[in-house]
């Protein structure tokens, strides 16, 4: 793909080549006051580094259906809602933002899961009337908190006459999901995300509109910053090879428990009815005075309890998690996603080893410690035991 034009832009600073945004702008000289007037529906982030594929044919909703955690098969024209496909135990192997104008359904996903993700759903297609396509070359995305804000860069796409505008349902759970987190509190009902697919061409459109002060622009460090305050899971950050959609809260936006019959619904269930969430997700508030910021991947430690350490040696600690996203939040301050081990205790002190430094934190619940089943398990009478 060609460069976009956004990093042509006054003040453009590339997000690092290796990180998760790498190909758009980390941030245009202010991250903080990006921050600010992207929260206020001011400002839209080029998301063209993310990936789309479409799905295309009469039989497109229901064999996506059949494949997905979310129930796909009556979704309505320019409805908006977010899928997964787990493997075999229930692990996220993918994650895409769908969309469907009637004619076709457009799966936004990271950019470099596009391939992968178009891959396999080819090879799933047997002898159904679909047609999947990469479709990366020819479309990107913009985000924003608010339509206007896209308006005002570029207008609707919308080539089937439905606007593919997704707009993000966490900020509301969905019905057919589970809420781990508590309702108190949550602040997902201020994040007010909508991506707008666009063709390619018209990136060089909404970069004018932006020099020509019609909207503002904010970088990816703007966006990441209020979709962490938000408790947002997103694939490339929160997810590694073990996770599972309870450990993130990701029922609440991308599983619907009314449906089955897809690669991982075993676990889904069993975790939710039975079990426990194995790890779960927490937000960091850190230290700020050593102005380290972590990096995703750095250990999460903490003071065990026992035994007792002898006068003079230090108490002994233990790696309970790993960060997965770290910002500056204009309000927050230093604040991190982390996914910690289930039961590490809500009150316990934390410290992320980071650059040489201890960084230290203090955890707000998402997914609580004491998450529990779902379902009560009647108690049996134990052998042997008569009751008259």
């Given amino acids: 793909m060609t460069e976009s034009p956004f990093l042509a832009l006054p003040g453009a600073v590339a997000s690092a080549a290796e990180g998760v945004d790498a190909g758009v702008a980390g941030h245009y000289g202010n991250p903080i006051v990006e921050q600010r007037h992207l929260e206020r529906g001011d400002a839209i982030v080029d998301l063209s580094n993310r990936g789309v594929v479409t799905v295309a044919g009469p039989d497109r909703l229901s064999w996506l259906h059949s ?10 024209p320019g409805e908006g809602t977010e899928a997964l496909l787990l493997d075999a135990s229930g692990r996220v192997e993918h994650a895409a933002h769908v969309i469907d104008d009637g004619e076709t359904t457009w799966l936004i996903v990271e950019g470099d899961e596009a391939v992968a993700v178009a891959a396999f759903l080819d090879r799933m297609r047997f002898m159904l009337r679909v047609e999947v396509a990469d479709a990366s070359g020819d479309v990107a995305v913009l985000g924003a908190m608010s339509s206007s804000a896209l308006d005002a860069a570029t207008p609707a ?16 759970p969905r019905p057919g999901g589970h809420q781990y987190a508590h309702d108190a509190g949550h602040p ?29 622009a904010a970088g990816s460090m703007a966006a990441e910053a209020l979709r962490v305050a938000a ?3 997103r694939l490339a950050t929160e997810v590694d090879d073990r996770t599972i959609p309870h450990e ?17 619904q075993e676990t889904v ?3 939710l009815n039975l079990g426990r969430p194995p790890r779960r997700l927490v937000l960091l508030h850190l230290d700020g005075s050593d102005t380290v910021l972590p990096a995703p991947g750095d250990e999460v430690v903490g003071e065990k309890a026992r035994p007792e350490p002898a006068a003079g040696e230090a ?10 996203t ?9 604040v991190a996603l982390a996914v910690v081990k289930r039961a590490v205790p809500a009150d316990l002190p934390l410290i992320v080893l980071s650059h040489g430094t201890e960084v230290a934190a203090a955890q707000v619940e998402i997914v609580p410690a004491d998450a529990g089943a779902a379902v009560e398990v009647p108690r049996l009478p134990r052998l042997g035991v008569h009751k008259g």
């Fill in 188 to 216: 997902a009902s201020e994040w007010h995300w909508i991506e707008r697919i666009v063709p390619r061409t018209a990136l060089a459109e909404a970069a004018a509109a932006v020099r020509a002060g019609s909207v503002d």
């Fill in 67 to 76: 494949m997905a955690s979310q129930a796909l098969a009556r979704l309505q």
């Fill in 231 to 233: 408790w947002r899971p």
């Fill in 269 to 271: 269930a069993k975790v």
């Fill in 326 to 334: 770290a910002v500056m939040h204009h309000e927050l301050g230093p």
């Fill in 315 to 324: 108490p002994e600690r233990k790696v309970v998690g790993r960060i997965t």
């Fill in 157 to 172: 796409y919308a080539p089937a006459g439905v606007a593919l505008d997704w707009v993000d349902p966490w900020a509301h």
């Fill in 248 to 264: 993130l809260d990701w029922l609440r936006s991308a599983v619907d428990l009314g449906k089955g019959c897809y690669k991982g």
